[in-house]
Nanobody, 125 residues
Framework: QEQFVESGGGLVQPGGSLRLSCAAS????????VGWFRQAPGKEREGISC????????YYADAVKGRFTISRDDAKGTAYLEMNNLKPDDTAVYFC??????????????????WGQGTQVTVSS
């Protein structure tokens, strides 16, 4: 059974950092583009960063550009999101997803592909 499991969320103070991980099982991550999404209370889920399977091309939403870094280790079947200089507005449930799409198409994806269950990130003093 295909699964995508996030970890690394938690409570952090403004200006702090967190690293999220997403481990794939039951499918070979190397064949898929991977994206990170988030959903804040009362808001729609949004794609914030995606990385291509073939050439490692990346996409970042303006809200996280310069602060977040997406990466992948296909040998481990794991994707990462390094989040620095976190702000209260970054508080959300963070999800990872994988699909055979371009990075922009993946970050705009509303359904399809493989999704994780989500991990809570709370930025508060």
């Amino acid at each position: 059974q295909e699964q995508f499991v996030e970890s690394g969320g938690g409570l952090v103070q403004p200006g702090g950092s967190l690293r999220l991980s997403c481990a794939a099982s039951g499918f070979r991550l190397a064949y898929f583009s991977v994206g990170w999404f988030r959903q804040a209370p009362g808001k729609e889920r949004e794609g914030i960063s995606c990385i291509n399977a073939s050439d490692g091309a990346t996409y970042y939403a303006d809200a996280v550009k310069g602060r977040f870094t997406i990466s992948r280790d296909d040998a481990k079947g794991t994707a990462y999101l390094e989040m620095n200089n976190l702000k209260p507005d970054d508080t959300a449930v963070y999800f990872c997803a994988a699909a055979t799409r371009s990075v922009r198409a993946l970050c705009a994806m509303k359904s399809g592909g493989y999704w994780g269950q989500g991990t809570q990130v709370t930025v508060s003093s």
